[in-house]
Each structure stands twice: as C-alpha cells, then as structure tokens.
C-alpha cells in the first residue's frame, strides 16, 4: 500500500524543511504553505523524516492504517 502524506494547512509556516527533507514529494503554494505533490517522489524514510523534522509538525504521514510520523 502507498503512503498517504498530509499536510495541516493551519500549522504550517512554510518553512521549507519537508522539501528539503523529501524533494519533489512538497512544493509551495502561493499562500506560503506545504502541498503534497508526489506522495511517490522520494523514499519512505526521507518522507518520514519530513515529518519528524516539521517544526510545527504539520505533516503527518500513514501507511494504510498505521500511522508512521
């Protein structure tokens, strides 16, 4: 099963560390705030350590059920 990423629009300050972290997965909209784009883009653990590297941990991340981060 494929992972589903989420972003919580209310939390997130833009500062760009999930693409850092997981290139080509978020981008930026015009208002400043993390989008996901491409859930398949980068790898499991670099998806996860977006997540966990979120400052305002605005980004979760679940494998079917299960939540990873």
């Given amino acids: 099963m494929a992972l589903s990423v989420r972003v919580e629009r209310a939390r997130c300050i833009g500062s760009k560390t999930c ?5 080509g997965v978020f981008y930026l909209d015009l208002q400043r705030i993390a989008v996901v784009a491409d859930e398949e883009a980068a ?5 996860i350590a977006a997540a ?3 400052p305002t941990g605005a980004i979760t991340v679940y494998d ?6």
């Fill in 19 to 23: 693409m850092s972290a997981a290139p």
């Fill in 52 to 54: 966990e590297n979120c």
């Fill in 43 to 47: 790898t499991k653990d670099r998806i």
């Fill in 64 to 69: 079917g059920d299960e939540r990873l981060a």
